[in-house]
């Protein structure tokens, strides 16, 4: 068992791969050093700190570990290797992630080939223990998730009303396909803390924002590792968001819970303390991610295993180069029992029927025509309506309730292909339409948690939202509809959905 101390210097460096080059000599290292091996003492202070959690790589060679043994055992069998950055000046160990070997494997074949790297878990430790991670998990750059170059911009427009700036969907290409649904399931190394981070940094890529100026973090979720321990701090130091000092960063992470609506709460909290002169925040990051939990079939509350999926969006907001401004937001809420997880539970337990009424239709019904009543809005004046979507037919059913027509909704309906992603769900459908809007379309989205609140946000997009579209190469339509996507049966899903 690795100790704490032990576990802390690792992620610092591995969970971001730092690494450092000498301005002399040129020569590169893959950790952070204050002398160079050929320079001496003349390389003291004359090291430049860099990292490659942005770039790509080139796997050099590789082998099959065909029996893994102690805390690797539940990998069955992978490939590990060399990766090699910038031509071969750092090479750095590396496990090849999200492949399921089966059958006669030549590892040679997949030498040569360019891979990004991915924030995973290392191995499989005890339930008293620290989770491993590190970004030295890497996945094939022309497979499921394509390379993305991190490039900071200046912003150039600011706007009068705050909103988003930039957002990011994660999810996994393993699939498990039931009764017409299609539902993500996580690798064997995926939680919810890797998609959080893997949303955050896809949010970074397409806002263009230095990860530096980002002063505040939320990141909701129900299905933390830890009952006792922030996502939120991993989130921020694996993406070094706010002000580096030491190995501290200067920002305020916080976890939020609210069941599904969890993220969907901070939006007006992130909007305000953008919005406020003297929080000297410029820009906030709101997460959702869950790995949604269910007992498996044939157990009390095995009803939710035919619906739950996995994955995370990430949104940043500013009041500077906005892509869809926040023009007003209702909440409501009440004590409706009708889904909870008692301490020390492993699956959630819900109210049957009792979930649509009073509980999901009462409270999103109520968001939505309190918001619209508030604006002095109609559902003909929105091109778009975002809802909650924990099955396939709660959000079809209260659109048409609420007098929406499908070219309105539909568009945003993506549960049938990823699952109900639980603090993800209104923001993957979000996402779906910020990937399609026109600008100054009129967006409504409404969000639901169980036990029970809903909160109403009406968008309006803006003409930049065309501009930074460019920057995207993982969009809904890509993890969607993609040929990489590998479909399991059940008894994987759930040795997958398990985890380590």
């Given amino acids: 068992m690795s100790s704490e101390p032990i576990e802390r210097r690792v992620s610092y460096l591995g969970d971001r791969l730092r690494a450092s080059r000498c301005q002399i000599c040129g020569k590169e290292y893959f950790e952070l050093r204050d002398y160079c091996g050929n320079c001496g003492r003349e390389s003291f202070g004359k090291m430049a700190n860099m990292d490659l959690f942005y770039e790509k790589g080139k796997l ?44 006669s494997f030549n590892p040679s074949s997949l030498e040569g080939r360019e ?24 996945t094939f750059t022309d497979e499921y998730y394509p390379y993305q170059e991190y490039k900071i911009v200046q912003p150039t427009k600011e706007y ?38 893997e949303a955050g940094k896809f949010a970074l890529i397409h806002s263009g924002v230095d990860s530096s100026w980002v002063g505040k973090v939320y990141t909701g979720s129900e299905s933390n590792p830890y009952a006792v321990k922030p996502i939120a701090a991993k989130v921020a130091q694996v993406l070094q968001l706010g002000e580096k000092d030491d190995d501290l960063q200067a920002i305020d992470a916080i976890d939020t819970e609210f069941a599904c609506k969890a993220a969907t709460s901070m939006f007006k909290d992130a909007c305000a303390i953008v919005n406020y002169p003297c929080s000297n925040i410029n820009y906030a990051m709101v997460i959702g991610a869950d790995n949604s939990q269910a007992a498996p079939r044939g157990y009390p509350g095995g009803e939710l295993d035919a619906f739950v999926g996995y994955g995370g969006a990430a949104y940043i907001f500013g009041k500077k180069d906005v892509i869809a401004q926040i023009e007003g937001w209702y909440s409501c809420t009440s004590d409706t029992p009708d889904f909870w997880r008692r301490d020390g539970e492993p699956y959630p337990m819900h109210g049957g029927r009792f979930t649509g009424d009073p509980a999901y239709n009462k409270h999103v019904r109520k968001a939505a025509s309190k918001m619209m ?60 339409i910020l990937d399609v809007a026109k600008p100054d379309d009129l ?23 065309l501009d930074k579209r460019q920057r995207q190469k993982v969009n809904i339509k890509s993890l969607s509809e993609n040929q990489f996507l590998e479909f399991v049966d059940y008894s994987t899903y759930r040795r997958l959905k398990q985890g380590m």
């Fill in 115 to 138: 891979v990004t790297p991915r924030f995973r878990r290392r191995y499989s430790v005890g339930q008293n223990d620290v989770v491993p991670t590190i970004s030295l998990a890497f």
């Fill in 60 to 103: 050099e060679v590789c082998t099959l570990i065909d029996e893994p043994t102690n805390k690797f055992s539940k990998f069955e069998r992978f490939i590990y290797g060399i990766v090699s950055f910038h031509d071969g000046k750092i090479r750095v160990p590396a496990r090849i992630t999200d492949q399921i070997l089966q059958g």
């Fill in 443 to 465: 967006i409504l989205m409404v969000s639901y948690g169980s036990g029970a609140g809903s909160d109403a946000y009406i968008l309006r997009t803006t003409n930049q939202i």
């Fill in 160 to 197: 009068e009303l705050p909103g988003i700036v930039g957002y990011g969907v994660y999810s996994s290409r393993f699939r498990i396909k039931d009764g017409g649904i299609e539902r993500a399931v996580p690798f064997i190394d995926e939680d919810s803390v890797t998609a959080a981070v």
């Fill in 373 to 432: 009543e508030k604006s002095n809005l109609k559902p003909c004046d929105f091109a778009y309506f975002v809802p909650h979507q924990p099955n396939p037919s709660f959000p079809v059913r209260i659109a048409k309730d609420l007098g929406f027509k499908e070219d309105q909704f539909m568009p945003a309906i993506q549960m049938p292909k990823f699952g109900n992603t639980y603090s993800g769900a209104a923001l993957v459908g979000l996402a779906a």
